[in-house]
């Protein structure tokens, strides 16, 4: 089975500042999905970021980037200039290519602090 | 744009009541799903359904069931609500079942507070 390891329950960052959230997963599959989700305060979850664990590069998306070391089973994401906005709780998941539904962590609060 | 509408931002229910909690998206995705979201332990899936009228268990199934008669809605029941039950419930939905090729689309999330 999936699991998806968060370790960081809570994170605080300076706005403009460089934050990394760290995701540990494990999967006995030898393709499957990683993404991470966001869910501001009282608002939907949205998907922030997904990466194909075949593809050794890393997966960006404007201010957000991953750190995906396939070997370790770690996928990190890089919060890049820091703003108020990306104040929310952050969700890592696993897809093992659809054969069962996606695996949420326990998410890391992040605050960004003016 | 995807819109998954809950029924209800905020819910509140007697230990016993029938509850019944409800989803319906209008984009004609084939899968939706029901998680529930507590403070620590992340979200939990509770049920899924892959078409009308299918329904699958997810992680924590157990005092719900759910109804898949339509394509566009999908219903979480409670049938006995237990303060246990106390917690925000995301509905989600995807058009096919790999998440990368289409990511999940959620609700606003009903808080349910059983008392």
């Known amino acids: 089975a999936q699991t998806v390891t968060q370790s960081q329950p809570e994170m605080s960052v300076q706005e403009a500042e460089t934050v990394t959230l760290s995701c540990t997963y494990d999967?006995?599959?030898?393709?499957?999905?990683l993404f991470w989700y966001k869910q501001p305060p009282s608002r939907q979850m949205i998907l922030v970021i997904r990466?194909?664990?075949?593809?050794?590069q890393n997966a960006t998306e404007n201010r957000f980037s991953v750190n995906f070391q396939k070997a370790a089973k770690s996928f990190s994401l890089k919060i890049s200039d820091s703003q108020l906005g990306d104040t929310a709780m952050y969700f890592c998941a696993s897809d093992d290519s659809g054969n069962t539904p996606l695996v949420f962590g326990k998410g890391t609060r992040l605050s960004v602090i003016a | 744009d995807v819109k998954v509408t809950q029924s209800s931002r905020y819910l509140v229910k007697r230990t016993g009541e029938k509850v019944f909690l409800e989803c319906v998206q209008d984009m004609d995705h084939e899968n939706m799903f029901w998680y529930r979201q507590d403070p620590g332990l992340g979200l939990r899936l509770i049920y899924f359904s892959y078409d009308v009228k299918m329904k699958e268990k997810g992680d924590i199934p157990e005092g719900y069931s759910v109804s898949r008669e339509k394509k566009e809605r999908f219903s979480l029941i409670l049938e006995s609500a237990s303060t246990n039950q106390t917690s925000m419930y995301l509905c989600a939905s995807t058009v096919d079942r790999v998440s990368y090729n289409s990511p999940l689309h959620f609700g606003n999330g009903t808080r349910l507070t059983v008392t």
């Open positions: 990466q194909e664990a075949y593809k050794q």
């Open positions: 999967t006995s599959e030898n393709n499957y999905y």
